[in-house]
């Protein structure tokens, strides 16, 4: 698709998204670039919708630094340290997404998630699905994907 086209496309889910919640939303603002470009077209459209930055602990300095440059963005906190998160539902090894495989692998080797980390179900993602990260389902240490929903969502 064009870009353009992206960016009508994106611009009319915003307005609908907007209207659906009555102007009560926010940007979950990352500092990074596809968050920043989500929130510059956000704000050509809605110019006082605030924005959300989570400050994990994680972020880099030059990050946080880039996050105050803009105006109206409110700097939370998670209530979890992550420390605390990796202690209780594992480390996000490799990817968010392989991690979240293994969690799930580990919890039932039935599920198409574990037949697709074994490489039982192909898949087109490169570099996965191919059984190369199979081996994580017995490693000696918790694994999951859990570390932004505690300490973001």
């Keep these: 698709m064009p870009l353009e086209a992206k ?3 994106t611009e009319l889910r915003i307005r609908e998204f907007y209207d659906h919640f009555k102007g009560e939303v926010y940007v979950s603002f ?3 670039k596809d968050s920043t470009v989500l929130l510059d077209i956000a704000r050509n459209l809605y110019p006082d919708i605030p924005a959300v930055f989570f400050d994990t602990g994680l972020e880099y300095p030059e990050l946080k630094e880039f996050v105050r440059t803009f105006d109206n963005v409110e700097v939370r906190r998670p ?3 992550f420390r605390e998160v990796i ?7 490799i990817s968010k997404r392989i991690a979240g ?3 799930t692998a580990r919890r039932d080797p039935n599920s198409v998630r574990a037949k697709t980390l074994r490489g039982e179900i192909p898949t087109k ?5 191919d ?6 389902v017995d490693a000696p240490f918790k694994i999951s994907d859990y570390c932004c929903d505690v300490m973001k969502k």
């Design 131 to 136: 059984g190369k990260w199979a081996y994580l």
């Design 87 to 93: 202690e209780e539902f594992g480390y996000p090894v």
């Design 125 to 129: 993602t490169f570099g996965f699905g």
């Design 79 to 81: 209530n979890r340290s």
């Design 30 to 32: 990352s500092g990074g």
């Design 101 to 103: 495989y293994v969690y």
């Design 7 to 9: 960016i009508v496309k």
